[in-house]
């Protein structure tokens, strides 16, 4: 499936330095939105230059909205709610799951037409679960499979504040929701079956947005206006957990990561690896543009294998289970991971991809419709596929670390998506 641009991953001998990961993929998305929809000049510091937010930007772009960026500044001149103009060309969000779902919501509120699409993956990825609060909200929207795939088409108009239970837990979806009523009437309230992370929440207080959240119930009145932005984006936890994952498994290691965003509807990964036995220190927490913010220590932990069940902690650390799982293959015992079918719908199936590429490097794993189960063990080395997915490539990155001989994957360009810097930061930390 996957040929061209094979990276291979040799073991190392001790991993060790300090570093710092790009800005946080979740919150760069939502700041260009937030400041897309303020009227007025946003200054954006410290936002990620990844494939997935340059797709948000292109979109808001063509929507009117002035972005200029500079390194890692981005200033953003804002449209107002309704100040967007009709696109003459289709919306392409690429391969980003976020820039789709949450622009759908601010399509919604406009008084045009628009078309939006993405790659081959995205387009077999399920939309229903934004669509169909948005039609409930009064939105015209159609698609595939009824408006379950992209292409999606959406005739905005005036929308109204609905009382809505989420059947599905996204944060994505939340978000969509909550930047659509910036276009609405009367009261939003959204219950979200378990907490996920509140990102937006927290934006959109600092943007002056009055957003009240209690016990997985947001609820605000709708057509406020969104303030400028004058933030800096943390450190991307999902990028820095591979380099802790990496620490945690390497024969010697002492690495510190900086400024690293610990917001705790994604910090599930950490206390997996506690359950796990790891030992990790974070130093020097504070806060930063209403985000919690530490520095993280991590040496060598010896692991076992443990059950991953709860469905809070599967939120929490979904984007982190394809590591974890990489990770227990270095855990003695069995570990077993469930209730996470959603990773089956990911940029590809995660639990597919994850135990074809464990099996290939000589890890016992099986897969179920909901989970897998891996059996800790010696990591032989040998190829696996991405297959195109950024998550994956880097999880196997990290297998290296203490396999018996290289890992090549192919397809490694996926990480583009979210890190490009990935390769540079690890090849920083690892003697040979």
Known sequence: MNTGDKKSFTPVEKLEGSITVPGDKSISHRALFVSALASGISKIDNILIADDTMS??????????GIEINGTTAVITGKGVYGFQEPSSVLDAGNS???????????????????????????ARPMKRITIPLTAMGAFIDGRDHANYLPVSVRGRRLKGIDYTMPTASAQVKTGIILASMGAKGIMTIREPLNTRDHTERMLKASGIDVKVSDKIIQLVCSQKPLPLAITVPGDFSSAAFFIGAGIIARSSDILITNVGINPGRTGFLDIL?????????????????????????????????????RELI????DELPLLAVIAAYAEGETTIKNAEELRVKETDRIKAVVD?????????????????????????????????HRIAMAFAVASVSSEKEISIDNFNAVSISFPEFIDIFNTLGHR
Do not use: W
């Open 97 to 123: 799951g976020t820039t789709a779902r949450i622009m759908l919501g601010l399509l919604s509120t406009q008084d045009f037409f628009s078309v939006i699409t993405g790659d081959n993956s995205l387009r």
């Open 315 to 318: 939120v929490r650390a979904i």
């Open 274 to 310: 506690k359950k796990m036995g790891a030992s990790l220190e974070l130093a020097n927490a504070r806060f930063e543009a209403g985000e919690p913010v530490a520095d993280i220590h991590v040496t060598p932990s010896k692991l076992h294998g443990i059950v991953i069940e709860d």
């Open 357 to 389: 590429g464990l099996l290939n490097i000589g890890i016992k794993a099986r897969e179920f419709p909901d989970g897998l189960r891996i059996e800790g063990g010696k990591v032989r080395g040998g190829s696996v596929s991405s297959y195109g997915d």
């Open 56 to 65: 948000t930007a292109k979109c808001l772009r063509i929507l009117g909205t």
